[in-house]
C-alpha cells in the first residue's frame, strides 16, 4: 500500500503512471515532479515518463502499464479510500480499454474499499463506463481549474456513477458559473509548490455557495502556496472536511 497525506483519501493506487500535459491546471503538476524524483531513485516504472524542459520536469507522454500492480488492493484487509492513479490518468487514451477493464475486475472483488478516480479526460469516461459493471464502491470524479474546463462537469454528469466529484484544484481562475446539479462532492484547493500560482479567496467562495445551493459536500483541502502546511487550510475561521453520503442506487 502507498500510504498518503492526501487530506481526501487513505491510499494511492498506481496500476498506471505517466500521462501527458493537457490543459492549464497540468503545468505544475506534482506526479511530474514526483515521478522524475521516483526514477532518479532507481524506481523503474517511472523510467522515461518526464524529461527537463526549462530547468522542470516535464511529462514524456509515455504511458507504463504496472499489471504487476493490479492485484495490491487484494492484499489489503482493512477496508480504505483509495485514491487510484495518483501518478497518472486512468482514461488517458493510451491507457487500453481492457486494461481499465481490469482495474474494474479488482474493484469489483474488493468491495470493502471505496475508490475515488479523478480524470481530466471525462469524455473518455463516457465512452468505457457504461459498458462497465455498475460498481457502489467506486467514485468517479474530474479536474477542473477554472473556467474554461466547466464542461467537463457537463461531461462527468453523463457517466454512471454512486458518487461524482469534482476536484477544483489547482483552483486557478473562478469557477462562478459551475453547475453543481447531480455532483456529490467538491474539493477545492490552491497550487502548491515552487511555482505555485495564487488563488483567490474568493474563487474558493463561489464554490462553497454553489455546493450549498446544490447539496453538494464540500471539502477545503488547502491554500497552497510555496509553503502549503503554512497556509494552512483554514477557511472562514473553521475547516470543511465534509464527505458525500453514497446513495443507495448505482445511479
Known amino acids: 500500500m502507498a500510504?498518503?497525506?492526501?487530506?481526501?483519501?487513505?491510499?494511492?493506487?498506481?496500476p498506471v503512471a505517466g500521462c501527458t500535459v493537457l490543459t492549464a491546471g497540468c503545468t505544475n503538476c506534482?506526479?511530474?515532479?514526483?515521478?522524475?524524483?521516483?526514477?532518479?531513485?532507481?524506481?523503474?516504472?517511472?523510467?522515461?515518463?518526464?524529461?527537463?524542459?526549462?530547468?522542470?520536469?516535464?511529462?514524456?507522454?509515455?504511458i507504463y502499464l504496472d499489471r504487476k500492480a493490479l492485484t495490491i488492493p487484494e492484499t489489503w484487509s482493512k477496508s480504505?479510500?483509495?485514491?487510484?492513479?495518483?501518478?497518472?490518468?486512468?482514461?488517458?487514451?493510451?491507457?487500453?480499454?481492457?486494461?481499465?477493464?481490469?482495474?474494474?475486475?479488482?474493484?469489483?472483488?474488493?468491495?470493502?474499499h471505496t475508490y475515488q478516480i479523478l480524470t481530466k479526460r471525462p469524455d473518455r469516461m463516457i465512452e468505457i463506463v457504461p459498458g462497465l459493471a455498475k460498481l457502489a464502491n467506486v467514485?468517479?470524479?474530474t479536474s477542473v481549474e477554472d473556467s474554461r474546463v466547466l464542461y467537463r462537469i457537463d461531461e462527468l454528469r453523463k457517466v454512471p456513477a454512486t458518487?461524482?466529484?469534482?476536484?477544483?484544484?489547482?483552483?486557478?481562475g473562478s469557477v462562478a458559473r459551475a453547475n453543481l446539479k447531480d455532483i456529490h462532492w467538491a474539493i477545492v484547493g490552491g497550487e502548491s509548490?515552487?511555482?505555485?500560482?495564487?488563488?483567490?479567496?474568493?474563487?474558493?467562495?463561489?464554490?462553497?455557495?454553489a455546493?450549498?445551493?446544490?447539496?453538494?459536500?464540500?471539502?477545503?483541502k488547502q491554500w497552497g502556496g510555496k509553503n502549503?502546511?503554512?497556509a494552512g487550510r483554514i477557511l472562514n475561521g473553521q475547516t470543511y472536511d465534509e464527505m458525500p453520503i453514497q446513495p443507495r442506487s448505482s445511479f
Not at 500510504?3 to 487513505?10: N, R
Not at 458518487?163 to 486557478?172: C, D, G, K
Request: net charge positive; charged share 25%; glycine share 8%.
Open 3 to 14: 500510504e498518503t497525506s492526501i487530506e481526501w483519501t487513505d491510499a494511492t493506487w498506481n
Open 30 to 62: 506534482y506526479a511530474m515532479r514526483m515521478a522524475a524524483r521516483l526514477e532518479a531513485m532507481g524506481q523503474a516504472k517511472y523510467t522515461g515518463l518526464t524529461r527537463k524542459s526549462g530547468g522542470r520536469s516535464k511529462w514524456t507522454g509515455k
Open 80 to 112: 480504505r479510500r483509495v485514491f487510484v492513479n495518483s501518478m497518472s490518468d486512468l482514461f488517458h487514451s493510451d491507457v487500453p480499454a481492457d486494461f481499465i477493464a481490469d482495474v474494474w475486475r479488482v474493484m469489483a472483488d474488493t468491495p470493502r
Open 139 to 141: 467514485w468517479l470524479g
Open 163 to 172: 458518487v461524482r466529484f469534482i476536484s477544483f484544484e489547482p483552483l486557478i
Open 193 to 209: 509548490g515552487p511555482n505555485s500560482r495564487f488563488m483567490e479567496p474568493a474563487w474558493v467562495e463561489e464554490i462553497e455557495t
Open 211 to 220: 455546493c450549498r445551493g446544490a447539496g453538494t459536500a464540500f471539502f477545503f
Open 228 to 230: 502549503k502546511k503554512a
